[in-house]
């Protein structure tokens, strides 16, 4: 939330979103704290690809595509997670940019 510090989830809402990076250790036991917030979906990598998770019933269950983000798939982020390895950083935006625009056509 813009402006806070410190979020109340007494009073503010929960995050759209949340990201885990899974390099040294799983996150998938900080899913239930996380459907119990309820937090609507959660984008884990795992340091080989990008799986999108959406909060269904009091569980989350893999989805391709985000909610949070319309067009955007766990494909194309997977994708552009590898990219960023080995194009330079310029030529690695102008791909995400030239997908953005055409993605939002």
Known sequence: IKGKEEIDLE????PDLT????ITSPSLNRFPIYA?????EI????GARMMF???SGGAYAEV????????VNSQI???FIA???TLERLDWLRRVRAWARTACE
């Open 64 to 71: 391709k595509e985000s909610a949070a983000l319309p067009r």
């Open 53 to 55: 998770y959406q909060l």
């Open 43 to 46: 984008w884990r990598y795992d």
């Open 11 to 14: 009073v503010d809402p929960p």
């Open 36 to 40: 119990a917030i309820g937090i609507p």
């Open 77 to 79: 982020v997977t994708q």
């Open 83 to 85: 990219e960023s390895r």
């Open 19 to 22: 990201v885990e990076i899974d």
